[in-house]
């Protein structure tokens, strides 16, 4: 069955090459830049390097990617919406699989709770996981989790976005998938920040840690299971971006401290934080205890200094693990 991959920043410009080097038929639109990279056979922009095979063809025109059978929305979390609602008759009779981690800004849903509410005549799930863009379009082994509420179309997705290098577990947990893809780019803002400080690889186990707890505290008051968020879309997912300069969030965490930043806005492509901000709100409505993530926004806002951050989370009461 073809695929449609709408969004080539890099994450989806990866999941073209491998699907298409697999043998399906493949489809990747592009807002911008789509003729260059079709007659170079590259994304020179946003994945440089790993070349097209013969079975990806790039577009602009997003109508011809929509009308592949089965479609991967590979755009940041605060764009999910937009783009579903702008073209919301062509999402509306096939499979959708939502690419991106995050919790959307207001409403603070996840991406299939977005999908849910614009197209909600589609067939979704939600693509996660411990990956790189880069390991990806390379061939490199990499594990994926499914999550559809589905089972027959999970498997059914299942087999056919799996390959001999991109090998996707099955789950029927979209909430603690999709919570364990979005809360790790908060933690990982927080390691990068105790690395980037100098505090030592200690720190950042400390926080990789309770960080943990934070993520699964959130995860079990929305009715997710523990074992999703033991699983690759939560740990497996948070060892990786807390731990690899191939991070943006972890990146982004150095750079805050690296320039002793406050009030500094991410990209669009470092999706913590955004997440940081609708997560902290969804847990205190919640009454979920996240200092962790509440540390990071008030760092990002500017109403606290990195090294106030930390000395606050030190200064936490002792308590039983």
């Not at 070349?51 to 991967?72: V, Y």
Request: charged share 20%; proline share 5%; aromatic share 2%.
């Amino acid at each position: 069955m073809s695929v449609g991959v709408l969004g080539a920043g890099a994450f989806g410009t990866a999941l073209a090459i491998v699907l298409a080097g697999a043998g399906r038929p493949v489809t990747l639109w592009a807002r911008e830049g789509a003729d260059e990279m079709q007659a170079a056979r590259e994304n020179a922009r946003r994945l440089p390097g790993p070349r097209f095979p013969e079975g990806l063809r790039a577009t602009g025109d997003l109508s011809e990617a929509a009308a592949a059978g089965t479609l991967l929305l590979a755009v940041p979390m605060q764009r999910l919406r937009p783009l579903a609602e702008r073209h919301a008759a062509a999402l509306a009779d096939r499979p959708l699989v939502a690419c991106c981690k995050g919790v959307e800004l207001g409403t603070t849903l996840g991406p299939a709770g977005v999908l849910a509410e614009v197209v909600p005549e589609a067939p979704r799930a939600v693509l996660t996981g411990p990956s790189f863009a880069a390991d990806i379009a390379a061939g490199l082994p990499t594990a994926l989790t499914l999550a559809c509420a589905e089972p027959d179309l999970g498997a059914r997705l299942q087999a056919q976005l799996s390959t001999p290098t991109l090998r996707l577990y099955r789950t029927e947990d979209v909430t603690g998938a999709e919570l364990g893809g979005a809360l790790k780019n908060v933690i990982a803002i927080a390691c990068g920040a105790a690395m980037g400080a100098g505090l030592g690889a200690s720190a950042r186990a400390a926080l990789m840690t309770r960080g943990f707890a934070e993520m699964n505290r959130m995860a079990q008051a929305l009715g997710a299971a523990p074992a999703t968020l033991a699983g690759l879309s939560g740990f497996g997912d948070l060892v990786l971006t807390c731990t690899s300069e191939g991070s943006r969030n972890y990146r982004f965490g150095m750079g805050l401290a690296e320039s002793r930043a406050q009030g500094t806005e991410a990209a669009e492509t470092v999706e913590g934080a955004a997440t940081a901000r609708a997560a902290a709100e969804r847990a205190r409505r919640l009454g979920v205890e996240m200092p962790i993530t509440e540390a990071v926004v008030a760092v990002l806002d500017g109403r606290m200094a990195l090294n106030e951050a930390m000395e606050t989370l030190l200064a936490r009461p002792l308590r039983e693990e």
